[in-house]
């Protein structure tokens, strides 16, 4: 029973991680006024060039590094088209979420012979202790950093405040197309560390399915966390539970069909989203393109 309970606890801080660098992408992108619904199509180029870069290089934390460039790249595409140019930003998103995909099966087909998947990495991210995977403290170091600069620097609360009243910021200095496009590459820059997790310390390869659903689920645990850090963090382990889950009493141990078990992150993730998207009031601003001049 102890050892269930733990193999419990292991697996849902182990699914959480790349979960929560996902929710940190979106919390800050929407904090800012920036929708990214484009979060799983980064993850997924995170995901294969993290992958790619810890094969050939042989370290994992280059890997991650670069799984986080490759997410900046990436998300550029989406602050241009949709800061720069007021192009509408779910669109501009979901644009990103077949690109992730198609360049990173194009980029792996070439570099692995042909094949859409990459060969398994040797060297992961390492264990705390033997125990935890080191990308377990980072994601919450990084939510903590993420609190500490939205509720307790100056620069979150310009990010808050161009993500409630871009007009009012404006008037009082703040350059509202800066500190959005900054904040939309630091989302970039999370979400591809998050995919970089996925296949640098969970699964060990890029599959075409290592990021299957992640980033939308990320997108609603920042609903679920009233766009806050700590919440979105909280609903991050409350998904990834239902991962581990599935996980811990599949394979026969249950008499549970399994395709019910791999359906229950996914229906959580509904149900959540019907019980708590009415109730979370998201930024004024959130999803609203800003013309100088326009109140």
């Known amino acids: 029973m102890l050892s269930s309970i733990m193999s419990i606890i292991n697996t849902t801080l182990m699914y959480s991680t790349p979960l929560i660098f996902g929710a940190m992408s979106g919390v800050v ?12 199509g980064i993850m997924t180029f995170g995901a294969f060039v993290g992958a790619a870069v810890g094969f050939y290089t042989q370290n994992p934390w280059l890997g991650l590094l670069s799984g986080s460039l490759a997410g900046v790249i990436l998300v550029v595409l989406h602050a241009v088209a949709s800061v720069n140019f007021k192009a509408d930003q779910t669109i501009s998103g979901m644009a990103l979420n077949f690109i992730g995909p198609g360049l990173s099966l194009f980029l792996c087909r070439l570099l692995f012979k042909n ?12 264990k705390i202790f033997g125990l935890v995977d080191v990308t377990v403290l980072l994601a919450l170091l ?30 009082l200095g703040i350059n509202v197309t800066k500190v959005r496009c900054t904040s939309v590459i630091v989302s970039g820059f999370l979400a591809g560390a998050g995919g970089a997790a996925m296949t640098l310390g969970v699964v060990s390869q ?56 791999s359906m229950l992150p996914y229906v959580l993730t509904i149900v959540v989203l019907i019980l708590f998207v009415g109730r979370s009031m998201a930024p004024s601003a959130n999803g609203k393109p800003y013309k100088k001049g326009k109140r």
């Open 29 to 40: 992108s929407e904090n800012a006024g920036v929708v990214n619904v484009g979060i799983e």
């Open 115 to 126: 094949k859409t998947t990459t060969t398994r990495i040797a060297n992961k991210l390492p």
């Open 142 to 171: 990084i939510t903590i950093l993420l609190w500490f600069v939205l509720y307790r620097t100056k620069w979150g609360l310009r990010i808050r405040s161009v993500g409630e009243h871009p007009a009012a910021a404006d008037t």
């Open 206 to 261: 890029f599959t075409p399915t290592a990021i299957s659903g992640q980033g939308f689920i990320a997108l609603a645990a920042v609903i679920f966390g009233k766009w806050k850090p700590q919440g979105a963090y909280g609903a991050c382990l409350l998904f990834a539970l239902a991962q581990a889950l599935a996980v811990t009493f599949g394979g026969g141990r249950i008499d549970i069909p399994s395709e019910f078990l």
